[in-house]
Structure formats: C-alpha cells, structure tokens
C-alpha cells in the first residue's frame, strides 16, 4: 500500500504539463490514434498549458499579488483573517489525506460513468487531486475522522461532476469551440448556477440587458483603446498607481498585464488544437460504444479564464473585492488571495451572461460576498492546518482561510453536525 501511496505523490506533485502531456499520450493511444498523431496531439495540449501557465500565473497571477499588496498596504486595510489564496496550496498538499483524492475519485469518475450517472470523463487529476483533496484534508483536521474525509472526497466529486454535466451544454451554446469539453473545476463550477439565474434577473432590467459590453463590442467602439493588450495595460497602470508604484515599475505593470491579456488568448488556442485530434476521435468512440450518449472531457476552468472577457472581468473583481471587503457586515477576511485569481474564479460563470462584461463585474459583487463569509466560517480550520505544518500568519492578521469552494463549506459543517449527532448517541 506504501508504494501505491508514493506512486500517487510522486504522480499528483509533477509539473501540470508533464502531468497531462503523460495522460493524454496514453489516452490518445488508448484510442487507438497513431503514434505521430498521438504524440503531437498531447504536446500541442502541454504546450498550449505550459504557455497559459506561464502568462496566466507567472506573469499575469504573479504581477496582480504584487500590486494588490501594495494597494492593500497604501489603503491601509487590516482584518483579522486573511485570504491566502493559492498560498494554502503547500499547505493542503503537504497533508496525506490528499493523495486519496486520486484512486478515489477515478474511481468515483469511472462508476458514474458506467450507471450513466454522468457524462463528464475527468482528465484534470491535479485539480481532482487539489479540490478534491481540500474537502477530504478539511474534514479529517476538523473532525478526526478518516471515513468522514474520504465521505467527502466523494461528495465534492459528485456534485462537481454533476455541475459540470448540466453547465456544460451552456457553455457549448455561447463558445462553440469548447464542445465535446466540460469543467469539472471546483473553484469557479458553483457559482455558475446562480448566474444562471441572476442572469434572468438582469436581462428584466434594460440598461444591464442591452449593455452588450463584451471585448469585441470594446474594440469596435473604442478602436486601438478596445484591444485586450491595450485594456490590459491601461488597467495595469491604473494598478500600479494605486500602489504607488515608481515611474519605471507603473509602464512594466501595464505592459506585463497587457502583454498577459495579448498572449493567454493564442495560448488558449494553442491548446485547443492539442485537444481537437482527441476530441474527434472520442467522439466517434463515444458514438460506437454509446450509441445513446454523450461523453465530455472535464478539463481545467482555466481554458475559460483564457478569455478576454474573463480576463477583463477579473481584473476588475481587484477593486471590486476591495470596496466589499470594508462594507460588508461581518466580513472579516482581507481578500488578498481572492485579486490574484480573479480571472479564474469569474471563469465559469460568464458563459451564463454571454460574456457580458457588465453583467459579470455585478455578479462579482454577489461572488466576491459569498467568498468571504466562506472564507470567514472555514478560517478556523485552515489555520490550523496552517499551524500545525509551520506556517506564519501573513498581513497581520490572526487567521487564514481560502476564501473559496463551495463543497469545502458544505462537507466540513455536515460532518461536524454527523459527528456531533454521533456523540449523542455515543
């Protein structure tokens, strides 16, 4: 059992690109796509990746930290817990509950599948691995309980999947080139179904319903001034000089942000034409095998926050989440993890507008609220996984949390409520 657990460790901590370059190489080859094909398909995918990955998170995420602390240390904002964002991630991975997330959630993936309990074939092990994971990890410090963690691996995998299957058609109807995909992604897949709705909402209010703002309508209004790479820069700047940044640091912020907003587009692409050989071919698979279904490749969110609108979007979920941060009753968390993964977090949700930029900064208002009362009600747990790994309190602050993931709030009050259940009768 120790050598099926190092295994899986040393398979969930390799790069996200050798990572899937490797699993959809065997895929590709378990569906008989000959070799050259198969090869060139799954380095197109891992190329594409490695290029999102590296202006998406190391230029894009890394340079919206730095001048988001800025802005939060110039406006002298102080809370008593603080959102780690993606800082809690060694945090999480470092826990051994984790690594259970992979057998059993493929193998969760491969029962649905087989009783047409879902469509969705999930691919992204890391994010199966990670977000999944979270549930397990927070369950097992807060309650003790090891059944209880995986109870809620399952959980989280089964309500995930099942958002992804009903999300996915709507996703399919605004951005055709993602058909035959779906997003089993945790961090952003929940709220996607109050958008639905709150959509509904807008659309009876005609200065929101025929505002028709998108990164196309913005580029054709606004000429030059519209393109993403030129958004991006113009609201780097504006950025950088809520933080105070010298002259040289101001230009480099914009020109980083509109280089990030220029380049994750084509590295979108770049990865969707991986995908196409694979797609193809499924789906005449598919149609052979089951001939009464459809099956779809659960990817990573990330192909969504690709886009320009998410980009745009979650750019401005920066200032948005700072003004909510203050007026909202009760909150207590500062939102410093929540600016660097905007774009991520509105990803799933601005289908449902029809990439309506209007109609996705309000609903962020909505997301940015319900992040922090999450945040707020988990900060107990996650600092004491924090604690208890050897990590230090950041901004001043007394706890930690990650502001986000629905399911993580859903299975950590269920399972404190079974077991308080439990001692009653015990």
């Known amino acids: 059992m120790s050598y099926i657990a190092e295994a899986l460790n040393w398979f969930g901590k390799l790069p996200g690109p050798v990572m899937m370059f490797l699993i959809f190489l065997v895929f590709n080859l378990i569906l008989r796509i000959k070799p050259g094909k198969a090869i060139r398909a799954a380095f197109m995918y891992a190329m594409g990746l490695f290029a999102l990955s590296t202006f998406a998170f190391d230029i894009f995420l890394g340079t919206v930290v730095g001048v988001s602390n800025a802005m939060v240390e110039n406006l002298g904002l102080t809370m008593t817990v603080v959102d780690f964002g993606s800082g809690v991630t060694p945090i999480i991975l470092s826990n051994p509950v984790v690594v259970w997330a992979i057998p059993v959630g493929i193998a969760l993936n491969i029962v649905m599948l087989l009783l047409k309990l879902t469509k969705t074939m999930d691919v992204d092990i890391y994010n199966m691995l990670y977000f999944w994971g979270t549930a397990g990890v927070l369950v097992y410090v807060s ?225 940015v609220s319900c992040e922090m009362y999450i945040g707020t009600i988990l900060a107990p747990v996650f600092t004491e996984i924090a604690i208890s790994a050897g990590y230090e309190i950041p901004y001043g602050a007394m706890q930690i949390t990650n502001a986000a993931n629905f399911p993580n709030l859903l299975c950590v009050k269920l399972f404190e409520l079974v077991q308080y259940v439990m001692s009653l009768f015990g």
């Open 143 to 367: 309650t003790g309980n090891f059944f209880f963690a995986i109870l809620a691996i399952i959980i989280t995998g089964v309500l995930t999947l099942k958002i992804a299957d009903w999300t996915a058609p709507h996703i399919h109807k605004v951005l055709p080139q993602y058909t035959g995909l779906s997003f089993p992604y945790v961090y952003s897949a929940f709220y996607a179904p109050v958008a639905y709705w709150f959509n509904k909402l807008f659309d009876k209010i005609p200065f929101i319903r025929d505002s028709n703002i998108s990164a196309e309508t913005i580029r054709k209004r606004f000429g030059v001034i519209g393109e993403p790479g030129i958004m991006g820069f113009i609201l780097g700047v504006i950025m950088a000089l809520l933080g105070r940044y010298g002259f040289a640091d101001v230009l480099l912020t914009g020109i980083k942000f509109g280089a990030s907003l220029y380049f994750i587009p084509l590295s979108t692409k770049i990865l969707i034409e991986g995908l196409n050989e694979t797609t193809t071919v499924m789906t005449d698979w598919v149609k052979r095998k089951f001939k009464d279904r459809e099956v779809y490749i659960g990817l990573d969110g990330v192909l969504l926050a690709g886009l320009p609108e998410s980009l745009a979007v979650g750019m401005l979920l920066v200032p948005i989440a700072l003004i909510v941060s203050v007026i909202l009753p009760g909150n207590k968390v500062l939102p410093v993890g929540m600016l660097s993964v905007g774009f991520i977090l509105v990803a799933m949700f601005m289908p449902f507008f029809k990439m309506n930029i209007l109609k996705g900064a309000i609903f962020t208002v909505i997301v």
